[in-house]
């Protein structure tokens, strides 16, 4: 519903009973969003958390009730304090994503509220970079839709384009696709993924080696 640490509360009526309220969080992960997408729902069926797959990446946990203290809501009638948590997996990147994890409650008082956020109730994050602590590192380039190229001796991105393109204006396209901020800083990078679209015909099915 909303995404950083800003909630929304509305008071409990007179009567009691279905005030509801929202508070999110989110984190960056080196994942792309459908590969974020599986890995969340498999942190949550490790912690034995139910929930619905629903579009656009979308996961709603199922309602979870809320243990709060029954003294202070004891002469409350019609109160069910329970909480869930929608997430949302948001492309922030071609190969970078973030999770956005809300927290629904319905008759939780907003004091209460911090204590049910996902990475306090769940762990929802740090379990996260657990499980992604154990998997191969995220390719540095594209799976698909392109060609990679080895950087020759002493080659920038504007010389990379003009060789692979034949436009040296496409390096910044070229820099954009493989996270990379500058045509000459390519400290540590190997090979540069170059997408079909701007491979002239002759080369759209080879690259160096």
């Known amino acids: 519903m909303i995404a950083g640490c800003a909630a929304l509360y509305a008071p409990y009526g007179a009567a009691g009973g279905g005030s509801e309220a929202a508070q999110g969080e989110q984190h960056d992960t080196p994942y792309t969003a ?62 970078t994503s973030r999770i956005v994890a809300n927290l629904e409650t319905q008759d939780i008082p907003d004091s209460d509220l911090a204590a049910y956020l996902p990475s306090k109730r769940l762990n929802l994050f740090t379990k996260f970079d657990q499980l992604a602590a154990k998997l191969p590192p995220p390719s540095p380039t594209p799976r698909e839709g392109g060609v990679n190229f ?53 080369k759209g099915t080879s690259s160096a080696p």
Do not use: C
């Open 34 to 95: 459908q590969e974020t997408f599986v890995m969340t729902q498999d942190v949550l069926r490790g912690e034995g958390v139910l929930f619905e797959v629903r579009p656009e990446d979308h996961v709603v946990t199922n309602w979870r009730p809320a243990h709060i203290n029954t003294s202070v809501f004891g002469s409350l009638v019609g109160l069910n304090p329970q909480y869930r948590y929608v997430i949302e997996i948001v492309p922030t990147g071609t190969r």
């Open 150 to 202: 080895a950087l020759l001796p002493g080659e920038d991105l504007r010389a990379l384009a003009k060789r692979a393109t034949g436009n040296e204006d496409n390096w910044r396209q070229i820099a954009k696709d493989n996270g990379l901020t500058s045509a000459s800083d390519l400290s540590g990078v190997q090979t540069i993924w170059v997408r079909d679209t701007m491979l002239p015909s002759t």
